[in-house]
């Protein structure tokens, strides 16, 4: 007697099998043409290609030569975000305690999603020691060693993480500068991407910013397929540094297509336009006057608009964009303004107290991503993230209790990617 459930004589279908397999299609007509995916317009296509997420749409563009046009209409306009890079922080005591970790951790990747790819700087352990990012940009991270001297022209590490390629330049050549006489009164502030000449190559320029006297200097180096040379450029007559160089932040910050490198306790900040590299002072609203790291530049989320956020008052948070009219501070608008102390009372522990409230929080970044976030560190009382139109403070903490690192580097590709970019 065959066991219940089975048939006699007869094998129980599998889901390899024909039985287990979808129902055949309807029956058709001869000559019955049947409609496919090639069927669709041009329009409709390009419809249903920009619902796609960009991971999803780089993978349709590589199904044939229209979807791949058709993908390349339906791009957005700014490279899709990846994650984060940072160096990690242990865990800081609230004052009086000491302010912070001083161990150097080696930098991490976090991925904003479980979609985003999973990278890495691809480092030896001893050599991840050894380095600090400096600049994210374009699909590059530009690491220093550290320690190093601060008269010294340094060699720059230029990594690829999405193709894992990486170039070390050499410093520039004793020859760049005839006759330098600036060797023993310079400093050198830090490196930046300029520009790349092609997103799947290491063929793009950088820049390292040296104080020479008390004028700047842009050095820049030309990298094509890994042959690197280098120029210096003249001192930036008129734009004269009266303070001592240490006051300047190492890393710059991209913003509306310009480079730009914060002044602790100052009002203006070291401006460089990558394309004409002539130094610049921008100044911040008079209205904020000398504020130690109070206010950070950065780009409006929705357009991409040159801002600036500011904590003015303890707990008021204002957002300035640049324009012109008649009632501006020095080219500057002031587009909102929210009270924080809501926003500040979800964090554990922080003190009610309104001056000390002020000296453990300020703000460290607004997001390069245009994800409309600021970030905020804390005397003790751990990183987050804060959303300007949801309002929702975000508690940075790894998986080993480490803390966010600061600052923190929006990651994403060389945009367009070279194969979807626009033909001519």
Known sequence: ??????????????????????????????????????????????????????????????????????????????????????????HAKPPPASTEDKTHHPAVFVPLDASSPRLSLDLTRGASRGLSIQDVHLGLVLL?????????????????PASR??????????????GDRWRADRSVIGVSVLSRAHQSRLSFDSVILTVDGNLPRAWVASV?????????????????????PWWFEARCVHAAGNIYWHICNSSRLLQLDPRTLEFSFMPVPAALGDRINKYRIGEMPEDGRLCMAAIVHEEDLQLWVRGKARWSDRGWLLEREMCT??????????????????????LSDVDYARTGKLFIRTWGYGRYSFHMETGELEHLLMEDGKEYGDPMYAYTLAWPPEFLAPED
């Open 165 to 178: 390629r990486r170039v070390l330049l050499p410093p520039p050549p004793h020859g760049t500068l005839p």
């Open 144 to 160: 220093l060693h550290r320690p190093r001297p601060k008269s010294l022209l340094p060699r720059i590490l230029a990594v690829d």
């Open 224 to 244: 094509r397929d890994g042959d690197c040379t280098w120029r210096a450029l003249p001192r930036a007559e008129g734009v004269v540094v009266d303070f001592d």
């Open 341 to 362: 102390s809501r926003v500040l009372d979800k964090i554990p522990g922080l003190p009610k107290d309104r001056m000390r409230r002020m000296l453990c929080t300020w």
């Open 1 to 90: 007697m065959a066991p219940k459930g089975k048939c006699r004589g007869r094998k129980a279908p599998t889901l390899a099998s024909p039985a287990a397999a979808l129902p055949p299609p309807p029956h058709r007509a001869p000559g019955e043409r049947t409609t496919t995916v090639a069927d669709l317009t041009d329009e409709a296509l390009h419809a249903i290609l920009r619902r796609f997420t960009p991971a999803d749409l780089l993978r349709a563009a590589l199904a044939c030569r229209r979807w791949r046009r058709a993908a390349s209409r339906a791009l957005p306009r700014a490279p899709p975000l990846l994650g984060y890079f940072f160096h990690p922080k242990g």
